[in-house]
């Protein structure tokens, strides 16, 4: 008995890089690899934007930059990790790297000299001095011709 039907062999890891590259765009599983986003938390305190990044292990004096790039807060760097244990005639070593690139919105330019950046314990903290000052409320004075102004004004 013969049949009709039409086989095709299926690729399931073909089919995930598919629907991967179409939610995520053209990365390669190797991009995917050494690229990382670290938590990050944004709040306000006062008038200040304070922005925190979650970056243990990084050696953040030499590959992280943090830059102001128009309205934009642009957090970046390159995270490498290695870590070696040895114990009873076994060696166990685990690497870590990728970069990363966090950009926050600051809704207006700011001057570099309001920005400043600490870092403790695995956390670097980026403060925006004054990103949320309130505009100082300046009256204006509305301005109405006088009854003389008008008639002349009607004359001419």
Do not use: C, W
Request: glycine share 10%.
């Amino acid at each position: 008995m013969a049949s009709n039907a039409l086989f095709l062999r299926r690729d399931p890891f073909r089919e995930f890089e598919s629907l991967f590259r179409q939610a995520f765009g053209p990365s390669t599983m190797e991009e995917m690899d050494t690229a990382f986003s670290p938590a990050a938390e944004v709040h306000r305190e006062g008038e200040d934007a304070v922005v925190r990044l979650e970056l243990p292990g990084v050696d953040v004096a030499n590959d992280v930059s943090v830059e102001v790039l128009g309205r934009d807060l642009v957090i970046s760097g390159e995270r490498r990790d290695e870590r070696s244990e040895e114990s009873e005639g076994r060696r166990l070593q685990e690497i870590r790297y990728g970069s990363f690139r966090r950009a926050f919105g600051l809704g207006r330019p700011v001057a570099a000299d309001a920005v400043t950046a600490s870092y403790d314990k695995g956390v670097l903290t980026v403060r925006v001095a004054g990103i949320y000052a309130e505009a100082t409320g300046q009256k204006i004075a509305i301005t109405t011709p006088t009854v003389g102004e008008i008639t002349e004004g009607g004359e001419s």
